[in-house]
């Protein structure tokens, strides 16, 4: 899906520019991406025209209107819900806040870890959720609960108009379509990946990572 790839364009012209480059070809982002220079512009040509042929893309430029078409020329507020040993690890996280998402509330069902200073935010009870989110204007939801509570707690957040989460969760939650889940687990990331561990499964991962490093 072409969204998916344009934060990788963002991350790859912000690691060009830190190198001093003010202009950019497709060549360049195919390079740094591992993927090729005709898919970037097929990309980006979805959502206008950044450059000229023959010349380039003016980096400063391309980065400013990417973050425009991602909306990340702005702060968004997000909750988590889940303060367990990965709800912490993400509250303290450093790389959120450089990048417009800010960590403005922090949740659990855990009447222990209710009251604690985390990052510094003091985690609330369940039951103030839906006056944090009203008050601080949260857009997204982080979710770090186990898995056999992901599901009612991703209902609640709907419920209270979030349509952007991020789930920890090992689970895949039924959600309305104008609600947005991005699954993150590392599980079984870690499961598909040791395939490429076979001694006779060379010839595939060969396969495999060509599609990879060329998005349809």
Do not use: C
């Not at 042929?53 to 889940?82: C, F, K, M, P, S």
């Not at 403005?104 to 989110?133: I, K, N, W, Y």
């Amino acid at each position: 899906m072409v969204v998916e790839r344009l934060p990788l364009y963002l991350r790859a012209i912000s690691n060009l520019t830190k190198q001093g480059r003010e202009v950019i070809s497709s060549q360049d982002l195919g390079a740094e991406l591992h993927t090729t220079p005709a898919q970037i512009r097929k990309d980006l040509s979805y959502f206008g025209r950044f450059g000229k042929q023959g010349r380039g893309y003016h980096a400063g430029r391309l980065l400013e209107e990417l973050r425009h078409i991602l909306q990340l020329d702005r702060t968004w507020n997000v909750t988590l819900v889940g303060v367990g040993r990965l709800g912490k690890a993400i509250i303290s996280y450093p790389g959120f806040a450089p990048q417009g998402f800010r960590i403005v509330a922090a949740f659990d069902a855990d009447s222990r870890q209710v009251g604690q200073l985390v990052g510094g935010l003091t985690v609330q009870p369940m039951s103030e959720l839906e006056r944090a989110v009203r008050e601080k204007d949260v857009s997204i939801a982080i979710v770090a609960v186990p898995a056999t509570q992901a599901q009612a707690v991703i209902q609640d957040l709907v419920k209270l108009g979030i349509r952007a989460i991020l789930n920890y969760a090992p689970v895949t939650p039924r959600v309305p379509d104008s609600v947005r889940v991005k699954a993150i687990d590392p599980v079984l990331t870690l499961q598909s990946i040791t395939y490429y561990l076979r001694p006779d499964g060379a010839s595939l991962a060969g396969e495999e990572e060509q599609d990879e490093r060329t998005p349809v």
